[in-house]
């Protein structure tokens, strides 16, 4: 544990190398394809492009929040309470909330163009709201005071009520009131109403944002193993040094 | 009924003794009727203030009456668990080998009853500020929804209260964590609530469905919250 405590330790190893790279090559081609390859749609125009940033932020913040709560459900469960689950929790909540804040923001940009809004009252938009500020006070439960283990416990324990929180958000806006664009891509009748290169450049988007979300998460949970470790070293320390001044007068 | 361990306490005893013990704290300090009963109504005038049409006051009413219910839950919850965690009353509870599910029972049910009077006293005030009318018909959906209602902001009033116990900055956490988890309870409530003032013509059959609405998230979080509850305020 002690040679972590180098200020030179690196975060990345072959692996993550490889993800970030791959990430680079996919997000560079999603860049070019998505500004200057893909067609106009004839209705949106070229406000369409938000569309390959707005979508794939939308999957991967979900994505992470599902982790999230994988993770936490994983802590609670496994009989060594395995401080693992809990860094891979609290980074993926933390990637997660960044792109809901992308999600949110495309989406209200996108809303401008189209709907001449940048917010409707919709049931989606208002659920994805509503998750962001939740995720915001999981992240602020992770920062309250007291040991690694409370900080795992409590953060567990309220990214598995965010689960039953947000269906519950969801349905009640549903019954609040609904307008929102049907979806297109996973429409139930698996019919998919796009253009090939922009299908294409879609799921390249969701590949790549993918990507990046593993290459963040792999280095913030070993950054938060970091600070674990050099927060013990700290103390360690403090209590060498007060040894070292010799027996209380 | 046996609890988790061997104290010969039952869950019971547990839940009433909590329950008078919280109410007990009220009758002598007397903080829901001399500092948040006036509050709740300040609260209530000054949204009259603000929006300054009877025509719109008697429309939103439902969801004034429940935002000033929401706003004065965070005050109770906090103040509860403030005088919990003085002197280490709460550590002493959790090392005391009682169940701890009994005793989110029993602050809830203890957090209920002052919502409740909180809420009688709030729509008084707002049949007599605001000028809503209410039927017969409209004051049964009213109770329904009075009682669903509370039950569930209790339950997850205690459950986030225990989390944000002894914690610094608990005042500004609580809000961000709580009114989330609320906001069916705000929707169903203030649509059900309206439905029985008959606000903006609406009908009082309409309030039933959100009465669905209010149980289940009343069920889920009772149900959570009693699960949960021990590991929450856990050390």
Redesign the interface.
Known sequence: MSQVSQETSPTGTRATQAIGVLALAVMAWVVASGLLLTPQDVVQGESVRIMYVHVPSAWIAYLAFVFTAVASAGWLISKKHSMGFDRFAGASAEVGVMFMAITLITGSLWGRLTWGEFWQWDPRLTTTAFLFVTYIGYLAVRRLEGSVEQRARRSAVVALLAVLEIPLVHFSVVLWRSLHQGATVLNPNGDVKMDDLMLFTLFSGVVGFTLVFIWLVLHRQRTMLLVDVADNQGLDLAIVARRAEGPAN | MKNSLDTGVTKGKVVTAVLSKDLKIEMRSRVVTNQVLPFAGLVMVMFAFALDNDDVLQRVAGGLVWLATLFSLFIIVQRSFAIDTQDGALDSLRVAGIDLSAVFFGKAIALALKLIALEIVLICGAVLLYRVDLTASGLVLLVTCVLCATSGLAFVGI?YGG??AG??GRET?LP??L???V??VL??AT?ATEAAFGSGGAQTSEGW??IG?LT??TA??GV?GSL?FG??I??
Request: glycine fraction near 0%.
């Open positions: 459950l989390l944000t914690a610094k956490l961000l964590l009114l989330p988890v906001a069916p929707i169903a649509r469905a959100w609405l289940v998230f889920v979080f959570s949960a590991s929450l856990d050390e």
